[in-house]
């Protein structure tokens, strides 16, 4: 049996909870992770009983026969998917569980105009759930990823002549052609550099503001591999440091070392939370710390489990998840420190190797 096939039947038994019922993956993550099918159109439809038919269009029959492995069917609809998995459908009876974060209300309308006997019933994180405990292969490709963006981050501080005092946007320019130089399949998220009091907004787009001598600069970026991503974020300031930037660089740091020593298989999500909030606390600085400590990621760079102070999940072995707490100053600057790391029995392995010091450009 292989892997796809293993997972449709893991998935079936997981959403069916004993009663009989069909899944319906409109996600891309999702059709790709169930199918092996890499295109930007397709539905995969799994039925309680036999096999699952890829549903796409004519543009992708080829690159469908070549991704889509046996049991697995190929249906090439000629009037869009929602045509295409009617058809496929059209005999099947009992409730059909969709992924209600992937499927607009006017599909799930006209869903319900082509199959008008059949029930359809949204599920949240239908294959999300399945999707964030990794095998050996899927770690083996955000261990690439890692090491792509790694790779890429390195050359990007030797190339850049800071000096110059380079714009946001073009080191972010820079640090894009570096990643698909490196052998980035498209990147999971366009790179985020942010410099002086810039930085304090943690998800800044780039723009032409020059990078100047005692600037603290964030860098956040990543690559896919096979699908698969990772997210890295590292600080750096140009030329000496001030002492206000070594003392928050150094309470993040310390934040994110807490954070990674409480991740082991069990751990809630919440508590690897609250270990970075605590530290910062300490230092008077959780009220500067305004998002989550991190994220799962996987064919999406944004999945679950969530690590944050509303998280209900708990974590398991096999589950990649990003730590990035952050400090914050609106007008000054800011500081995040992000590693991937994975979740084991006993504890956990951080897979990003880059230094976490305060990076001097």
Same mark, same amino acid.
């Given at each position: ?77 000629? %009037? ?40 359809? !019933? ?16 899927? @770690? ?26 380079? $714009?946001?946007?073009?080191?972010? $320019? ?30 800044? $787009? ?10 603290? !600069? ?12 990772? %997210?890295?974020?590292?600080?750096? !300031? ?33 508590? !690897? ?40 999940? $708990? ?23 992000? %590693? ?10 951080? @897979? ?10």
């Amino acid at each position: 049996m292989s892997r796809r096939e293993a997972r449709r039947l893991g998935l079936l038994a997981q959403a069916q909870g004993g009663e009989q019922g069909a899944v319906l993956a409109t996600a891309r993550s999702s059709v790709r992770y169930l199918s092996g099918f890499t295109g930007s159109a397709g539905a995969l439809w799994i039925p309680a009983e036999g096999p699952a038919t890829l549903v796409t269009d004519g543009r992708y029959e080829e690159q469908a026969g070549v991704e889509v492995e046996p049991p697995a069917l190929i249906h090439i609809g000629r %009037d869009g998917w929602i045509r295409g998995v009617a058809d496929v459908a059209a005999d099947a009876s009992g409730p059909t569980l969709f992924e209600a974060e992937s499927l607009t209300v006017a599909d799930y309308e006209s869903l319900r105009e082509a199959l008008p006997g059949m029930a359809f !019933v949204p599920r949240r994180n239908l294959v999300r759930e399945l999707r964030q405990v990794k095998d050996d292969e899927e @770690l083996r490709a955000i261990e690439r990823a890692v090491a792509v963006a790694e790779s890429a981050f390195d050359r990007l501080l030797a190339a850049v002549d800071w000096s110059s005092s380079p $714009t946001e946007r073009d080191v972010a $320019t820079a640090l894009e052609a570096e990643l698909r130089r490196g052998g980035s399949d498209p990147l999971p998220f366009d790179p985020i550099v942010a410099a002086g009091e810039r930085s304090a907004l943690p998800h800044a $787009t780039p723009t032409t503001r020059p990078i100047e001598a005692g600037d603290l !600069v964030l860098l956040d970026f990543g690559a896919s591999v096979d699908g698969y991503c990772s %997210d890295i974020t590292r600080t750096c !300031v140009r030329g000496a440091a001030e002492p206000w930037q070594i003392d928050i660089h150094a309470c993040v740091l310390e934040a994110q070392t807490r954070a990674r020593e409480a991740i082991r298989a069990g751990a809630p999500g919440r508590v !690897v939370d609250g270990a970075a909030r605590g530290a910062l606390a300490r230092h008077g600085l959780d009220g500067s710390f305004g998002h989550g400590t991190g994220h799962g990621i996987g064919l999406d760079v944004h999945e679950g489990p969530s690590l944050s102070a509303r998280s209900e999940d $708990t974590l398991r072995a096999g589950n990649v998840v990003t730590v990035e707490p952050g400090v914050y100053l609106p007008g000054r600057g800011g500081v995040r420190i992000e %590693d991937d790391v994975l979740v084991e029995e006993a504890g956990s392995r951080t @897979l990003t190797r880059l230094p976490r010091a305060l990076i001097g450009l």
